[in-house]
């Protein structure tokens, strides 16, 4: 027969699958000596199979409990049930992960009639042993028997009422008894049954209860949220009362070895004198710090202290223990892993391995590394009550205080005036960047976590909201509404962009800070992993933070993004407007030295650190006005001012516009598709990088660059395009006489070009796989509108484990990149391989891109600690 029970004194720590968490360390707790009460656990495989056998204790199970009750009773010399000295029990669920406060837990068993005045004899104190009777009643009653707690407090309210007291402790031995007939009929008026005398049943009851808690719509959701599988089941553990309610030489209270929120290595908890378990949660009473416990019982205080320091040697790590004095003398009732910060996380890990109790490997697998972001961005103070107005998807994490404006010209204009602004809009385009930079946080009621917006404010760091579909905005009338509350133009707004959620006025933030530890921890990550770490970076600045936080090297340099400049807009409009080769030549003539001083100031913010530039990607169309806004501009003008040269203008723009416009621009003519069609333009990008080369050599600084063409389908359009930047480069260097080196390479981006990277391999010194575009590609989705049609639905469907453009497909599109490397490599054993996409970014993925056998990845700046991290846990 296996076994279905173990005394406490039978199991250990390691045995969670069996014993669920708290079981498992109660065992452990008491084979090294520390106080805890006896008793003993009842298996997640007894719950599995109660399940099995129809919700019912098997006949093998019973016998297992009532011989383990047996040795519970020998041991303290008390047995259940007898009015003389009654043993008193707590039936406890525990299941292998915590599930805080999901299942319950029901106090003082064994309690009736008859023993509650033999507890009153016993320990001389009947008004304890009536308090405990009531108390149990009301927790069995509301855990097993189903009866809402409400109709008990509410009695005890009315009894407190009408004898004139304000809190429990007023009410005499005497008021409990009265309590207890109160309740008694309150259980007989709801089940119609007296309610139940006979300890055993009380016990077989509530075991029966603990294990269909295991369903309950709370602990089922509550699994479902945390991905714990169903079938693992929950332990219950019998264990011997102890009272902290038994007058001021008692008290219970739980404590954290160091302080969950900072990390500080002191002890910090609450306790509440003359009082029990549920009583310091349920927040009846205000808890006290745990050091009054010094000045109430100094030498029980000592014997905690000692015990909380053997406790985090023990298992190594920070601990979240309950305990309860009972006249005097200390019990400990339950030690977990403490739940903390990321700024916890962090100082506890590196002041651990400073102190001996770990090592370095371990410090760096006891953080999370998504848990990082909280540390990289102004965030709200948690101490401040919130009252949201609306939620959207949390697309970039950080707080943000500002003015709402609807326009991204308005943003940049009151934001170089020094207002703090929100923008607003339905959606943003690469139209509104200078917008967004000017602004402190970003709304859309449209678009997911990968639009436009979400790219664009991970990758500057800005707190962002997307998808917030409640949002009605009204750009004409400059408002948005929420129900009834309308906000207008200028209004103050607060967001949070790690929860999605959008507040009315101003919220006090906290700064973030790269404390010591955090750098320190960042170090060891270094010397650990294998995978290089680079950042997507179009600009000094974003270069500069991303050397700030330990890139090495730019993985993804956009030049769109350049071209974006209010400045600059107008000669890539004539660019793009020109009617032929010359017209072209002397726009792109004037854009020349621009990028050329794009690529000087990269390259020297990364001081000589790799730098990948691809060339041009996005559809033409992105550069010019919007259609819909022109074509108000160009009716108005034809009623108001119909002879005007600007009419004229906007009529051949609006032209061009229409041309311009494709069914599916992002698989339209973009990327090296641009290259091939207008090879001047790609030329130009070239010159100026290798422009830029020479510059910076000149001033004695080495840069190699990597000139990466975007969006290659077939091996001939590398090879043109290789062909072309081979021609400008050598064509520099007679110019200048000047000698550099330099790679072309390419995205790994349609799945055609990673099917055939054994030939796309002959014509590239690198791949860099951009994950964004490959899963768009493969999947066959289009990104900006899968997330807001119908993605969520498949993956609370389960259709999809989760969204693909935010966790790298390793089936599918892992498998192209598998390939991709596998291919490439055969022919080029030395080509150089990354990633760009949003992926680089991601703890999975990451992993996912070191088993794969990447060099490095790829992320924005703000990402980049989080990814060292996660390279060095993918070795560990
Ligand atoms: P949870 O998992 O919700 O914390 P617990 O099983 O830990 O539930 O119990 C709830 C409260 O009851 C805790 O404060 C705990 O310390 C207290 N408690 C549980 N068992 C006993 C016991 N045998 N003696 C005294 N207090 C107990
Ligand atoms: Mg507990
Ligand atoms: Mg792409």
């Known amino acids: 027969m296996s076994k279905f029970v173990y005394l406490f004194n039978e199991g250990n720590s390691d045995m969670k699958e069996i014993l669920g968490g708290k079981g498992a360390n109660l065992a452990e707790m008491t084979n090294i000596g520390l106080p805890v009460p006896f008793g003993f656990t009842i298996s997640t495989q007894a719950c599995n199979d109660y399940y099995e056998a129809g919700k019912k204790i098997s006949q093998y199970v019973e016998e297992q409990i009532l011989a383990a009750l047996k040795t519970l009773e020998d041991k303290?010399?008390?047995?259940?049930?007898?009015?003389?000295?009654?043993?008193?029990?707590s039936v406890r669920s525990g299941s292998v992960f915590s599930m805080p406060g999901m299942m319950d837990t029901v106090l003082n068993l064994g309690m009736n009639d008859e023993t509650v005045k033999g507890v009153a004899d016993l320990t001389g104190n009947a008004r304890f042993a009536y308090d405990s009777y009531r108390r149990f009643i009301q927790m069995f009653s509301n855990v097993v028997l189903g009866i809402d707690s409400y109709y008990f407090e509410q009695y005890l309210e009315e009894t407190r009422e009408k004898k004139g007291y304000h809190a429990d402790p007023e009410l005499t031995a005497e008021d409990w008894q009265e309590v207890i007939a109160g309740y008694k009929e309150i259980v007989k008026k709801h089940t119609k049954k007296d309610f139940p005398q006979d300890p055993k049943q009380q016990l077989f009851l509530s075991i029966n209860a603990v294990f269909d808690s295991w369903n309950n719509q709370r602990a089922i959701i509550y699994r479902r949220l945390n991905k714990i599988p169903d079938h693992l089941g929950t332990a219950v553990n019998i264990q011997s009362m102890v009272f902290g309610n038994m007058g001021s030489d008692s008290g219970t209270g739980v404590a954290f070895t160091r302080n969950p929120s900072t990390g500080e290595a002191l002890l910090y908890g609450e306790y509440l004198i003359n009082a029990q378990g549920e009583d310091v949660v349920a927040g009846i009473r205000t808890p006290q710090p745990i050091h009054v416990l010094e000045k109430d019982m100094p030498e029980v205080y000592e014997k905690f202290i000692a015990t909380c320091q053997l406790l985090e040697k023990?298992?190594?790590d920070m601990q979240d223990i309950e305990f309860t004095v009972e006249r005097g003398e200390l019990f400990i009732l339950q030690t977990r892993t403490g739940k903390r910060t990321a700024q916890a996380a962090i100082r506890i890990a590196v002041e651990m391995v400073k102190e001996g109790i770990i090592d370095k490997e371990t410090a760096l697998l006891r953080v999370d590394p998504e848990q990082l972001d909280q540390l990289l961005h102004r965030r709200i103070d948690d101490s401040y009550e919130r009252k949201q107005l609306a939620k959207g998807l949390p697309a970039s994490p950080g707080a943000a205080t500002g003015a709402v404006v609807f326009d991204a010209d308005e943003a940049e204009q009151l934001g170089n005036d020094g207002k703090k602004v929100i923008l607003v809009r339905p959606e943003t385009t690469p139209d509104d960047i200078h917008g967004i930079v000017a602004s402190q946080a970003i709304v859309t009621s449209?678009?997911?976590?990968?639009?436009?917006?979400?790219?664009?404010?991970?990758?500057m760091g800005k707190a962002c909201i997307c998808g917030c579909e409640t949002l009605k905005i009204d750009l004409v009338g400059k408002k948005f509404s929420v129900g009834e509350t309308v906000v207008n133009y200028g209004d103050i707004i607060t967001i949070d962009g790690s929860t999605g959620e959008i507040m009315l006025g101003e919220i006090p933030m906290i700064d973030p800070e790269l404390s010591d530890e955090f750098l320190l921890l960042l170090s060891w990550a270094d010397e650990v992993r294998k995978l290089g770490v680079r950042a997507n970076a179009d600009n000094p600045e974003d270069a500069g933070k991303a050397l700030e936080f330990g890139a090495g090297g730019i993985?993804?340099?956009?030049?769109?993004?350049?071209?974006?400049?209010?400045k600059r807009i107008p000669i890539v409009q004539e660019m793009i407007l020109a009617e032929n080769y010359e017209e072209r030549m002397i726009a792109l003539d004037k854009l020349l030295p621009m990028q050329q001083g794009d690529f000087e100031g990269i390259f020297e913010a990364m001081q000589g650190l790799p730098v990948t530039i691809r060339l041009l990607d996005p559809p033409m169309h992105e550069f010019l006005p919007d259609k819909e806004e022109l074509l108000v501009e160009v009716t108005k003008l034809q009623m108001?001012?119909?002879?005007?040269?600007?009419?004229k203008e906007k009529e051949y723009l609006l032209k061009k516009v229409n041309q311009l416009a494709e069914f599916n621009p992002m698989l339209g003519h973009r990327g090296c598709r641009l290259g091939m069609i207008f090879p001047e333009i790609y030329e130009m990008q070239a010159k100026a990088i290798f422009n830029a080369v020479v510059t910076l050599i000149d001033r004695g600084l080495s840069v190699e660059p990597e000139i990466m063409i975007p969006l290659v389908g077939h091996v001939n359009e590398l090879k043109a395009m290789r062909q072309l930047v081979v021609e400008t480069a050598e064509k520099v260097k007679e110019e200048t006489g000047k000698e550099f080196n330099y790679l072309v390479g390419t995205m790994i981006e349609i799945p055609r070009a990673a099917l055939t990277a054994d030939q796309i391999a002959e014509e590239a010194d690198f791949f860099s796989f951009g994950t964004n575009d490959l899963t768009q590609t493969t999947f066959g989705y289009s990104r900006d509108d899968a997330e807001g049609k119908f993605l969520q639905a498949y993956?609370?469907?389960k259709v999809l484990p989760e969204n693909p453009f935010a966790v790298l497909d390793q089936q599918g599109v892992g498998k192209l990149v598998e390939t991709g490397v596998k291919l490439g490599r055969q022919v080029k054993p030395s080509?150089?391989?990354?990633?760009?996409?949003?992926?680089?970014?991601e703890k999975s993925s990451i992993e996912f891109c070191y088993q794969a056998g990447l060099d490095y990845v790829s992320c924005s700046p703000y990402r980049v600690p989080l990814a060292r991290l996660a390279a060095a846990q993918a070795t560990i």
């Open 446 to 459: 449209r678009g997911g976590m990968t639009s436009h917006a979400a790219v664009v404010a991970r990758g």
């Open 831 to 841: 080509l150089k391989t990354g990633i760009c996409g949003e992926h680089g970014g």
């Open 795 to 797: 993956i609370e469907q």
């Open 314 to 316: 023990h298992y190594k």
């Open 640 to 647: 108001t001012d119909p002879d005007s040269s600007e009419l």
């Open 76 to 89: 303290t010399g008390k047995k259940l049930g007898d009015p003389t000295n009654p043993l008193l029990v």
């Open 555 to 566: 993985g993804l340099c956009r030049t769109e993004h350049m071209f974006m400049d209010p």
